[in-house]
């Protein structure tokens, strides 16, 4: 038998000082790659369209690439495109949740951010690599310069915004959609595929021969008017 009892245990450490705002538990989320949608700015176009637009921002989300104009870059242009972004998305049933942005930003566009409920993040300064919409802003602006070197000659440069939904559609359709590659980005985020049969696409900013009708023309006059 020991001569001597052994020795208590030490007491407990005193519990830490519990923060009354923290929330009783914690957790970590590891949001997959292909769930973070991009957006950007593009540089200034060389002409100011005839409604003050001057700069296009692109935002890929699942592989779809959408294009909005913006007049400037200031904090309410980059709000009003932004809003405008959002409501696309949400009422095709794909919202926005997670975005990577560059890091020009504003207090009003993170406001914006957190009253839509949408998780941002910014890319480092001057590494713009690891930014998706880079390659999404080069692919655009690519199908954009062939879309106006196709144009009629007589197609005035400042309407440039008005071919960006046709620009839009062209390009989405030919492109796949992230959550399934068997369909096109345009099937993706409508859940329906695009009817050319219903829907034939011409080429845009092509002149067009409009026909007069009989009574309202000359009697040597040509049959339309250009």
Known sequence: LPLFPPAPDPPPPPPAPVDPLSPPW???ITIHKDEWSSADLTGRFPVRSVHGFEYILVVAHHGYIHITPLRNRTSASYVAAFTSIVSFFKNLSHPLTHLLLDNE???DLTNFFVSALINYQYVPPNNHRTLPAERSIRTAKN?????LTACHVSFPSNRWPDLLPHIEL???TVRTWKPNPSLSAWHG???T?????AHPIH???QLVVAHDAPLTRASWAKHGTR
Request: hydrophobic residues 30%.
């Open 26 to 28: 914690s957790r970590s």
């Open 105 to 107: 930003t504003s207090t």
């Open 143 to 147: 199908h954009i310069l062939s879309v």
């Open 170 to 172: 062209t390009l989405n």
């Open 189 to 191: 985020l409508h859940s």
């Open 193 to 197: 595929p695009f009817d050319f049969a």
């Open 203 to 205: 080429p845009p900013g």
